[in-house]
């Protein structure tokens, strides 16, 4: 079956600009996570949705970074006014229930802020 | 602070010998302990997952030991082979309610033929 798919696979944009990732989840999870990882870390998670609803959005870095999950199913990441420094790989993960158990990523969206 | 650590410097081994990762952790009471691997360009891919009150867990090739004592875990793979060349991640998943994963920082493995 499909996995989780994230477009744009790249995003080039200029300091300043709004951008948006998407990420779709496999059909059927309801637990969808946001991550951001740079070169040589490990993910750090944003926000973590139940259903519809944004259940730990403890990660954001600031108020720049938004996501929505309208239907419960494609998450949108949204950062306002880019700067160089949110530069890295953004990844989508999904989960059967979000209970904690094995997460499936998709391959990321790499954003570059120039 | 809460901090998980993994060896940051790649580690080098010859096809066929075993592999040992180490991931240690502070500060952290996990319900759970997760590894991923990731191949460049790519998402992590789990691999395996231990809960608290266990202490060893197998998969094939895969062995992963949680030492809630020590705050450690190790990760082996047996009979290593050039096609388990990646980054192995370490994650936890408190026990509280949050259900996000904290991620060490990864650690490469080479597997030379």
């Known amino acids: 079956g499909a996995g989780v798919s994230q477009t744009p696979s790249n995003k080039v944009t200029e300091k300043g600009k709004y951008v948006e990732l998407r990420c779709d989840p496999i059909?059927?999870?309801?637990?969808l996570y946001w991550y951001r990882q740079s070169l040589g870390q490990g993910p750090e998670f944003l926000i973590y949705?139940?259903?519809?609803?944004?259940?730990?959005d403890s990660g954001l870095p600031n108020d720049r970074f938004f996501a929505v999950r309208p239907e419960g199913s494609v998450s949108t990441l949204k950062i306002q006014r880019t700067e160089r420094g949110d530069s890295a790989v953004y990844l989508c993960a999904s989960s059967l229930s979000g209970t904690g158990g094995e997460q499936y990523f998709g391959p990321g969206t790499r954003l570059t802020v120039t | 602070s809460q901090k998980i650590e993994q060896n940051s410097e790649a580690l080098n081994i010859q096809e066929g010998k075993t592999a040992t990762l180490t991931c240690n952790y502070t500060?952290?009471?996990?319900?759970?302990l997760q590894w991923y691997r990731q191949d460049p360009g790519r998402g992590p891919v789990f691999l395996l997952l231990i809960r608290e009150n266990e202490k060893e867990k197998r998969k094939e090739r895969l062995k992963v030991t949680f030492d809630t004592t020590l705050k450690q875990s190790l990760f082996h793979i047996t009979a290593s082979q050039p096609a388990d060349s990646a980054t192995y991640l370490c994650?936890?998943?408190?026990?509280?309610?949050?259900?996000?994963?904290?991620f060490g920082s990864g650690t490469r493995l080479q597997v030379q033929p």
């Open positions: 059909s059927g999870h309801t637990a």
């Open positions: 994650a936890l998943a408190p026990d509280t309610g949050r259900r996000a994963l904290t």
């Open positions: 500060n952290y009471s996990p319900a759970y």
């Open positions: 949705f139940q259903g519809t609803g944004a259940a730990d």
